[in-house]
């Protein structure tokens, strides 16, 4: 259920503190535009809010916070997503921002199981995703398998 309310957020990390100023969501909706590329209709795009993670600001020197940020339209999200992954290398004053999906931590700890596996996989050149809420997709010899736990991928 939890995952489901957060089926519109977006997690982005990377942005110094204190960029945004005073409105976070217009910071974010003007940058994913303009960032992301012109292949998007930029006149219903809409992140209809947006705030850092509420942590203690951090000292000067660690990592920044992130921000997450809440777009109207799902089409919206995976576009983001979409995006993000044909450009990977996309920077901001010299840091690197990523974009991810927005989960719970329960998602997000079955998820970090599989990060060994995954390291192993790409070693090995295999092609592999995540499949929500936390299955591992392997193809290997034009074949798709599926795991629920890392174990069974070993």
């Known amino acids: 259920m939890e995952d489901r309310s957060r089926r519109y957020n977006l997690r982005i990390v990377g942005f110094p503190e204190g960029v945004e100023q005073d409105n976070a ?3 974010i909706q003007k940058w994913l535009i303009d960032n992301l590329g012109p292949d ?3 006149t219903t795009f809409c992140v209809e809010r947006a705030h850092r993670i509420p942590f203690k600001k951090p000292p000067p020197g660690a ?3 992130a921000f997450l940020a809440k777009l109207v339209c799902s089409k919206d999200r995976d576009w983001a997503l979409r995006r993000k992954r044909e450009i990977p290398d996309i920077t901001y004053n010299g840091n690197l921002i990523s974009i991810y999906p927005d989960f719970s931590r329960e998602t997000q700890m079955k998820r970090r199981a599989f990060s060994e596996v995954k390291k192993r996989l790409a070693q090995a050149k295999m092609k592999y995703s995540l ?3 936390s299955k591992l997709r392997v193809v290997y010899n034009d074949s798709v398998r599926f795991f629920l736990a890392p174990s069974e991928v070993t």
Do not use: E, G, I, Q
């Open 63 to 65: 990592h920044p916070r």
């Open 131 to 133: 499949v929500f809420p």
């Open 40 to 42: 998007h209709d930029a």
């Open 25 to 27: 969501a217009s910071y």
